[in-house]
């Protein structure tokens, strides 16, 4: 499975603000894109489009930065994906010619089951040790 950079940055960047104080602390943009060694620019673009879909919360100022908008248990990563990079699980096949909508419908399947484990995987269970179960797609 390709994985956008984008999509990347923003599991990576939610990452990191869950777990600054269970993602009650604000984090100053700059230390996110350092600690995760992204770009500022690019990681504003995304946080920006995070906030507006409710995923994290924002302040201005001297004391500002960037914090979780909920629990890092509530937000999946079907959630981020849909934000950050809905093209993924859409499944762009043509169901023209004979066997066109047997394969359409195969894909389409594949793409409910893909969704549906990333509906399973919380941010939370993203930052679980090494040592905790994989998940299994």
Same mark, same amino acid.
């Given at each position: +499975?390709?994985?956008?950079?984008?999509?990347? !940055?923003?599991? *990576?960047?939610? $990452?990191?603000l869950a777990k600054c104080a269970d993602g009650r602390q =604000?984090?100053?943009?700059?230390?996110?894109?350092?600690?995760? $060694?992204?770009?500022?620019?690019?990681?504003?673009?995304? =946080?920006?489009?995070?906030?507006?879909?409710?995923?994290?919360?924002?302040?201005?100022?001297?004391?500002?930065? !960037?914090?979780? %908008? *909920? /629990?890092?248990?509530?937000?999946?990563?079907?959630?981020?994906?849909?934000?950050?990079? /809905?093209?993924?699980?859409?499944?762009?096949?043509?169901?023209?010619?004979?066997?066109? $909508?047997?394969?359409?419908?195969?894909?389409?399947?594949?793409?409910?089951?893909? $969704?549906?484990?990333?509906e399973s995987v919380t941010l %939370?269970? +993203? =930052?679980?040790? /090494?040592?905790? /179960? +994989?998940?299994?797609?």
């Amino acid at each position: +499975m390709r994985i956008s950079q984008k999509l990347e !940055y923003a599991c *990576r960047a939610l $990452a990191q603000l869950a777990k600054c104080a269970d993602g009650r602390q =604000l984090t100053r943009l700059d230390d996110l894109a350092q600690r995760e $060694a992204v770009s500022a620019n690019f990681l504003v673009q995304i =946080l920006n489009d995070l906030r507006r879909a409710g995923l994290v919360e924002s302040r201005r100022g001297i004391g500002g930065g !960037y914090l979780l %908008a *909920r /629990p890092a248990e509530s937000i999946t990563l079907r959630q981020i994906v849909e934000v950050v990079d /809905p093209t993924l699980l859409e499944a762009s096949v043509s169901s023209s010619g004979e066997s066109g $909508a047997a394969v359409a419908r195969a894909w389409s399947t594949v793409g409910g089951k893909v $969704a549906n484990s990333l509906e399973s995987v919380t941010l %939370a269970n +993203m =930052l679980e040790s /090494p040592s905790a /179960p +994989m998940f299994h797609i």
